[in-house]
């Protein structure tokens, strides 16, 4: 729906997206009813349907909303670096750990939401993109700079990382603890390493230090 023309118009949208986020994050998208939305907001009925005439569009935009989160913490790493991705991947898991192994804000939409409708399924897919797309660049300045090797493929690598992500999020959120999402990340980063140009030695490069 378009945004609201006015500030506390705004705000109100907002304060119902994220009281929607909390409730799916916590319960699932089948146990949050509009209803509950509307209670958890401090709305009437009227205003919610006002800001949102389906369910689907509220669903919608708490996907948009969960990966702006995401992204924010995301964005915090110089993900072209290795230093960076070393920094994302330990926040990651640290935030596994501080949510109580509730699993990824996105990632945990996808499966409910894949069988809600054809378009939420398509809006979760276009968020993955968004991020799978992110790194992939972060990677592609990697390979620009020659801190990864001239056969390295970014996309590839930043959608096998994700996809590790994810199923470390899955298997650690299942058992509540931290070991597999700690060992999928390892596994990301060792196979984001194999694909770095070997360093040269002084003698043939010229320099001294890092990367």
Not at 15 to 41: F, P, Q
Not at 42 to 66: C, I, P
Not at 77 to 91: E, I, M, P, S, V
Not at 139 to 164: C, D, F, I, N, V
């Amino acid at each position: 729906m378009d945004r609201p023309k006015t500030s506390r118009g705004r705000e109100r949208k907002q304060a119902i997206i994220e009281a929607a986020a909390a409730l799916v994050y916590a319960r699932g998208v089948r146990a949050t009813s509009m209803d509950d939305v509307g209670r958890a907001a401090g709305v009437g009925k009227g205003q919610l349907y006002h800001y949102f005439s389906t369910r689907e569009d509220l669903l919608g935009a708490v996907v948009e909303h969960q990966l702006d989160q995401v992204m924010g913490e995301y964005e915090r790493f110089r993900t072209d670096t290795w230093k960076g991705l070393r920094g994302w991947f330990d926040a990651l898991l640290e935030g596994q750990r501080s949510r109580g192994f509730r699993g990824c804000p996105v990632g945990s939409l996808a499966a409910e939401l894949s069988a809600e409708s054809d378009e939420l399924r398509a809006c979760v897919a276009q968020a993955f993109d968004r991020w799978e797309s992110s790194l992939a660049a972060s990677l592609t300045r990697m390979k620009t700079r020659g801190a990864l090797t001239r056969s390295a493929r970014p996309h590839e690598l930043a959608q096998t990382t994700l996809a590790a992500i994810q199923g470390g999020y899955l298997l650690s959120s299942a058992a509540a603890d931290p070991r597999p999402m700690q060992r999928a990340l390892s596994a990301a980063y060792a196979r984001l390493r194999a694909a770095a140009e070997p360093k040269r030695t002084p003698a043939q490069s010229g320099l001294i230090g890092p990367d």
